[in-house]
């Protein structure tokens, strides 16, 4: 099976951009599509973004305009590039393939 690895959290300040990756140690052609999930503490886990093998892509609305998701099959990587990041962004933020294989997670904090 896939495993999907995350990386790129940290600590930004509100308004700054972060990239998050999730590298595959496996092919994610297969996969139709390739999503991002994030959860806060005391919520549930919250869809992000989505793409797929197509190219349609799709947001989340709270994240619209603020953030790209993009995915390298070839290179087996998924992508975030998170921009104009708010204090409500903060949370863990996690990679999902074919809508049931998750990675570990990363953690994004926004906050001065």
């Known amino acids: 099976q896939v495993q999907l690895v995350e990386s790129g959290g940290g600590l930004v300040q509100p308004g700054g951009s972060l990239r998050l990756s999730c590298s595959a140690s496996?092919?994610?052609?297969?996969?139709?599509?390739m999503a991002w999930y994030r959860q806060s503490p005391g919520r549930q886990r919250e869809w992000v973004a989505e793409?797929?093998?197509?190219?349609?892509?799709n947001y989340a609305s709270s994240v619209r305009d603020r953030f790209i998701i993009s995915r390298d099959n070839a290179n087996k990587m998924l992508f975030l590039q998170m921009m104009d990041l708010k204090p409500e962004d903060t949370a863990v933020y996690f990679c999902?393939?074919?809508?049931?294989?998750w990675g570990q997670g990363t953690q994004v904090t926004v906050s001065s």
């Open positions: 999902n393939a074919g809508g049931t294989i």
């Open positions: 496996g092919s994610i052609s297969s996969f139709s599509v």
């Open positions: 793409i797929y093998r197509q190219g349609q892509i």
